[in-house]
């Protein structure tokens, strides 16, 4: 008997928003993650020259979250920032020097999996200034529009010969496929790998599906460092144990919800829904919306809509992972005419779990070759950068 195949995250996603809204089935397009970022992602008539600025925009949007982040200095520190919590900044070079510390004085190559240049440079520059020696950067992408950007960014800090880039699918590629380290540095004996997958990545697909892709493009004693927008456990945790305790979407507080629900009502964000409804409609534009739909609000209030047929959906709707529980997935939709299709179309533009810390923590060491070696928590626990090392 064959084995059943499970559908891909976004389709069980848009089942999920089907069965907890009003929108029917047929009216949702579903695009994998990967559709977004990749030339060749979705088939319209845009021109070449349009597709490559598109491309490089929604890159953009990602790399300007990340600036805005770092920049903060009392981001995510929460409602008492004298308290000493971390904010969202201190958070990841606190999480840095964890991984200097585990290094334990072998030299490094640092493998970025989804490249943006603000936190790669923060976080390089802590590395070198902690007296780390770094092999290489490696930086993987399936969107070529990033690169030049990424070249010119970090070539400063690290030197020309220690950049290295892939234009590849996580999914197609191996830790067989990393570049020869350069000169003196090509021992692999002495090199330990650090992976990074930022930017809440790691919410963008079924963990039955990272944990495997992350294992291929690692080895045993490898570090990998991860970063999730959280919703609070029902037990707080300290960086250096974890609990047993779950929690599901059905006790998630409205004041838990509105820190996902501000996330994703970002300008970055509703720019990021625009240019994938561009796509579709080149009059897409979410710039002069004020969506304010409440998480917890009845599927008929879930969207503003506008005399223009434009609109924009914000969504957290619950889904069950084998291994991890009941999960929270925060979905953002942008509605639009499209030629040829009857009635309102929906198109799904973001979706990403927001797991509880523990759920973090279970889908990594069930789902891969890794165990979870330490956490860094910003103030307001909403972010967690995770340490995990590759096992076996």
Known sequence: MAAATIPPFNVLVAESISQHTQIPPDQIIVLDNSDKYCPD??????????????????????????????????????SNPGNGGHSFRSALLSATDELTHLAQGRKVRYVELGPEPFKSSVILTHLLNSGVHLAQYVGIDINPESELTMRAALEPIIGPNRFAYLVADFYKTSA????????????????????????????????????????RLTRPG?????????LPSSTPASDTSDSDSDSDLSTTSTADAKLVEEFYHHPEMLKFSSLVGKK???????????PRSSPNSSSEDIA????????????????????????????TLVSLPIPGRKGKNY??????????????????????????????????????????????
Not at 47 to 76: R, V, Y
Not at 311 to 328: C, H, K, M, N, T
Not at 369 to 375: A, D, L, M, R, T
Not at 377 to 385: A, I, M, Q, R, Y
């Open 41 to 78: 992602g979705i088939k319209t008539d845009q021109p070449q020259d349009d597709e490559g600025e598109s491309l490089a925009a929604i890159f953009g949007t990602m790399a300007n979250l990340n600036k805005g982040a770092l920049l903060d200095k009392k981001l995510c520190t929460g």
């Open 176 to 215: 067989d496929d990393l570049p020869s380290l350069p000169g003196s540095d090509d021992s692999s004996s002495e090199v330990i790998t650090v992976m990074t997958n930022l930017g809440f990545q790691e919410g963008n697909d079924l963990p039955s599906r990272l944990g495997p892709m992350l294992s």
């Open 222 to 230: 490898d570090l990998l460092l991860s970063e999730m927008q959280v």
């Open 280 to 290: 579709f409609d080149c009059n897409f534009n979410l710039s002069h919306l004020s």
């Open 304 to 331: 503003v809509e506008t005399n223009n047929d434009y609109g924009y959906i914000f969504r957290l709707v619950p889904l069950q992972l084998s291994d991890v529980g009941e999960v929270a997935v925060a979905t």
């Open 347 to 392: 198109v799904l533009t973001n979706s990403c779990i927001k797991y509880t810390r523990e759920q973090f923590a279970r889908a990594r060491e069930t789902q891969g070759k890794f165990g979870v070696k330490g956490w860094r928590e910003t103030g307001d626990g909403s972010v967690v950068f995770q340490i995990a090392e590759r096992r076996h």
